[in-house]
């Protein structure tokens, strides 16, 4: 069965400091990847994703991700944080090929990123 | 600016009241997920729709919850009896299948949730 990990549930940066939020996935197949973001008291919206073509994609608000198969990998980053970034993150991944569940999302636990001044 | 709408946004109720839950999907969505959030288990997938038709409950404790779509415009989450256990943020989420590049896959908007308390 397909499972995401997040390694480290809090992480926190410096107002201006380089964001890394880290993803790994399990899959015998590339999945389909994705990225969330939840801000305090709010749903969850979708920051970018991976589903063919170029490996690196990037996102809103300065995001970006980089898809690195033989890493299984696909950790987020924005190279100078902002307050407002701080937040709840959470990586996804679907299997493109398993027909019955092709639209349900796999959720690693999420990442909150705390930025200080 | 189409989005995923919930009500009630708070509920506080007493141990086996029931409880029910409303989401209004984005118009022309014809995929809708629900999930239960919590610090201890994080995002659990309860059940998803498509064209209303109930697709997958394996989340979901069918002794207690159900769940339905009466129209393309609404969804509905009930649990009966409430327990303290069930006290958690339920977010809708809906979505319309979108070409991967070799298969489909839905990108979901989500709602801003229920935050449900059972005392």
């Known amino acids: 069965a397909q499972s995401v990990t997040q390694l480290g549930s809090h992480v926190s940066v410096s107002e201006g400091a380089l964001v890394l939020l880290r993803c790994n996935y399990s899959s015998s197949v590339p999945p389909y990847l994705f990225w969330y973001v939840q801000y305090p008291n709010q749903g969850l919206q979708l920051l970018l994703k991976y589903t063919t073509g170029a490996t690196l994609v990037k996102g809103i608000n300065g995001f970006e991700a980089e898809f690195k198969k033989s890493e299984t990998s696909f950790h987020l980053t924005k190279p100078s944080a902002h307050m407002s970034d701080a937040a709840e993150y959470f990586c996804?991944?679907?299997?493109?090929?398993?027909?019955?569940?092709?639209?349900?999302?796999?959720w690693g636990l999420g990442t909150s990123l705390a930025v200080n001044p | 600016d189409a989005r995923v709408t919930q009500t009630p946004r708070h509920k506080v109720t007493e141990m086996g009241q029931e409880v029910t839950m409303r989401c209004q999907p984005i118009l022309g969505h014809n995929t809708v997920f629900w999930y239960r959030q919590t610090m201890m288990q994080g995002l659990e997938l309860l059940a998803y729709?498509?064209?209303?038709?109930?697709?997958?409950d394996s989340g979901m404790p069918k002794d207690r919850f159900s769940a339905e779509m009466p129209d393309a415009t609404l969804a509905t989450l009930k649990i009966q009896p409430s327990e303290p256990r069930d006290s958690a943020v339920y977010f809708c989420?809906?979505?319309?299948?979108?070409?991967?590049?070799?298969?489909?896959?839905?990108?979901?908007?989500f709602g801003p949730g229920t935050r449900l308390t059972v005392l």
């Open positions: 729709f498509r064209n209303r038709a109930p697709l997958d």
């Open positions: 989420a809906s979505g319309l299948p979108t070409s991967g590049g070799q298969t489909s896959y839905n990108e979901q908007f």
């Open positions: 996804a991944v679907s299997d493109p090929f398993n027909a019955g569940n092709n639209r349900k999302l796999i």
